[in-house]
């Protein structure tokens, strides 16, 4: 409970209208901030170190002697040289540590001193101090209380941000209603509405919410984070509560009905810069517009894939003839070295393979030419004679490299280098033409430094003894 | 600035603890430290039905609690566990080198269950490889979706682990330790941060359809833990908890009167022996199972999804319709703050899982046929929900595979854990990295290594933890998930 006081001189100024206090005890309450901003944290209520909090009256009358600074052990610590071991707050190598976990500790200013100094010189009164930590106090169960409600009733989770934490650099509370499963009704509204003013986060996500609760919650003039996704709300409910969170900066809205009314509030929201649109009735032109001029604003909408996942071509199919020379059979490349089947054709006596335009073609011993057009999955005799041709990558390093193959590669006179990605190339028997042309056994692709980088060949394959091919880029018959 | 000075237990605070310990309470002192730390805005953390707070939850001011100096932080913790050793230089880890020595047999030191050997047949490539993404990130054609998501996912090749035989290396993997007993990652993590949602468990496991990982359970204990931190296991058919629906004999409020009247007795024991984190975990466990009953079927209801939102997981397909099962399910958890979700792809044995030591062509395509389309709809739709940045999906085995073969015949790559590849993406990680190198075959780290300690850290720190002041006490010691020498967070991946 005593963690409040802390919290509360935080937020006294949004806590319920305080009478300015007299001026002779301004000098009590700037001993006061001293004390929270330099002593709470390790002599408060979290910590005593070596015994001592100075939160409470006894102890701090404990460190001073009423009209005599240099008696006052308070004032002996706070005047000592940073190297000195006594000197309080500790030395600068503790606090950058603290800093790192995020404990901010900053030496006194001369100014916060001399206070110090001045109020030992009058006395050291503490009759406005203790009214100050009485106010602290009784304002802090009041919030607990409220904020017990809001947990216990509500179901909501409410977390504290740390004014070091916070974007604003101010401290701030986060409620997180996401695990709770009643209704949130108007008495929802009203338990939110005692720390309205220092909601940073508010969390919806998933909850059912009555139109009540939207009508009742309060402006939330520093809410920086709301998120409504799964809500299922309409697009008014939306617009209405976007009406009350003027400063918002991040908003969850996938999963709801958000439309038109939304659209027109988020106009007028100026600090918004990341948006969950995802599965709402927003228009996406007009969000990108309106979030054009936004420097590191976030955008988003569901973002699919390309329908061709395979950037550059597919898996390699490839077209081959089976060894009785009865069957055209389509293959995927499964593995470099691996093939599935895909389909099946009954087409005998195929002597040679080509391709042209957007049409792969097969010559049959009898010299019939057929036809496959891409995207069909039949073949068609046809009455042309294709001439068709493939783009030729002919260079004294290739023409090397050709010389490497073996010799079962380079049985045939005619031969084709087809250029692959990232400089590789292809190297496999073809023809040109239909004429006269012959299935070859086998292509092997080197890249510039003539590794072999993939080999096709009968050799284990399917189906065994295969006697050609001829390589695609993907499927023809899709 | 060395770890012991940023130690909070160098500091002159410790002493609530020590006279704890001292007290002869030690083996109390989780529970007590969490009623004497009370702060009230955790201890007014409680659920709707007003329960008080969780004694074993983190209490804000347990100095055992240590947070990272982060702001923005990661809520929940995805891991997707590719149980076998996927072959990181078949998958994310290209080495064009390899083929250009397939089938040869060359002079490589590796370590794998076949002992320690210094020569090896080279197993060539068996993927093509393209460039994705804005970053053109190499992804082998075993992943095809998981390509397009490259520019969000920050690659680690380098990372090392302690041991290459399955059973040590998942424990390693999973505890931080290769030997049994220690609580593991997602335990650290309930641990550190409590749960979000108190009617769901926070630490959720989902095994393959095969069967669990080797030494089952104990990859998800909470070791030396109170019991209430371990993972439960979610099934994905049928009843998603095994006997938590009630029996019809304790329908109309019966089950409720007699938990009320358990709970009395309990209550009424644990007053008598005070802080007995066991008694009190059990407690809680009774109740949490009655809230379970009825959030848990909403929680893993998949028929409250779109069917487009199904296809994107794969779950109109049978290859991947069981691991988009999954992941789909693992979305629907973190969205209900469950804190840490493991999913394993393989279980069982030899091929049922990524251990391909026999064929590795239809080993890989099976496990990634089968990963690939809901891991990469898993990502974008937590992307498109905007749960991306506060979610971190991890993605790996217990270890990689080696770039020569086992056997004299065949494809088989055996066990690597001098060099592997594991993916971070969201909660934090900058997208569109690739971190470390293993040599040029893939067979150790050479270039910032890492240690699995290192992925543990970086996840620790992530969710907002400081890996180096994160600590049990047990045994006399102040135990950390990665070890009293303490491990940094792999920084050139944090956003």
Known sequence: MKTLLLILLGFASTLGAQEPPPADDDLQLKVLDVLSTHCFSCHGPDKQKSGLRLDEIEEIESVVEPGDPALSELVRRLLLPVTDDESMPPPKESSEMEAEMGVSWERPTRAEVWS?????????????IAAALRESQRSADQLAESLQNLSRALGARVARIEAENAIDGRAGFEIDFRFGRRLLDRR???????????????????????????????????????RLERTGLEDMAIASLLAKSPALEVLNLHSTEAGPAT????????SLNELVAFDTRLPRGELEELFAGREGSVLRFDESHPDDLFPGGGPRHLLVVDPAGERLVLLRERALTHYDTVREWSVADVQALGRSGDALFVRRASGEVLELKLGQSEWRATEQTP??????????????????????????????????????????????????????????????DGVVRWQFSDEGRFPAGLRAALVLAGDPTR | MDDKKRSPFHR?????????????????????????????????????AGDAANPLQTPGADPRIVHAPRTKTAKSVIFLFMYGGPSHVDTFDYKPELGRYDGQTIDVKTFGRGGKKSQGRVVGPKWRFRRYGECGKHVSDLFPHLGHCVDDIAFVHSFYAESPIHGSALLNMNTGRILSGHPSIGSWVNYGLGKLNEDLPGYVVMLDETGGPISGAKNWTSGYMPAALQGVQLRTDGPPILDLAPPDALDGGVQRAVLDRLREENTRH???????????????????????????PEAVDLDRETEETKELYGLDRAETRNFGRKCLLARRLVERGVRFVQVYSGGG????????????????????????????????????????????????????????????????????SWGFTMWLAGGGVRGGVS?????????????????????????????????????????????????????????????
């Open chain 1, 116 to 128: 110090v100094i001045e109020w030992v010189q009058v006395g050291a009164p503490t009759d406005a």
């Open chain 1, 188 to 226: 929802a509204a009203e338990a939110v509405d005692a720390i309205g003013s220092d909601i940073v986060e508010l969390n919806l996500a998933g909850r059912e919410l009555s139109e009540e609760f939207f009508r009742s919650l309060p402006v939330m003039p520093r809410l920086l984070h709301l």
């Open chain 1, 263 to 270: 659209l027109s509030a988020l106009v007028g929201i100026r």
């Open chain 1, 387 to 448: 001439a068709w041709s493939t783009e030729v990558v002919d260079t004294p390093r290739l023409r090397e490299l050709w010389e490497e193959l073996p010799d079962s590669l380079q049985s045939t006179a005619s031969r084709t280098l087809l250029p692959m990605e990232e400089g590789r190339v292809l190297i496999a028997q073809t023809t040109v033409g239909l004429e006269g042309a012959e299935i070859v056994p086998a292509m092997v692709e080197v890249d510039r």
């Open chain 2, 12 to 48: 002159p605070d410790r002493s609530r603890r020590e006279f704890l310990w001292d007290a002869g309470n030690g083996f109390a002192s989780v529970a007590l430290a969490g009623l004497l730390g009370n702060n009230w805005l955790r201890a007014s953390e409680t659920n709707a």
């Open chain 2, 270 to 296: 644990a007053a008598r022996r005070p802080g007995n984190p066991d008694l009190e975990a059990r407690i809680r466990q009774y109740e949490l199972a009655y809230r379970m009953q009825s959030a848990a």
């Open chain 2, 349 to 416: 044995h030899n091929d049922d899982n990524w251990d391909a030591h026999g064929d590795l062509v239809f080993n890989h395509n099976r496990h990634a046929g089968r990963t690939d389309k809901p891991i990469a709809g898993l990502l974008r739709d937590l992307k498109r929900r905007g749960l991306l940045d506060e979610t971190l999906v991890v993605w790996g085995g217990e270890f990689g595979r080696q770039p020569t073969a086992e056997y004299a015949e065949g494809t088989g790559r055996d066990h690597n």
């Open chain 2, 435 to 495: 971190v470390g190198e293993t040599d040029e075959l893939g067979s150790k780290a050479v270039r910032d290594r890492f240690h699995v300690k290192n992925l543990h850290a970086t996840i620790l720190h992530l969710m907002g933890l400081d890996p180096n002041g994160l600590s049990y006490f047990f045994n006399g010691l102040d135990q950390k998930l990665v070890g009293v020498e303490g491990a940094q967070p792999i920084h050139q991946i944090l956003a």
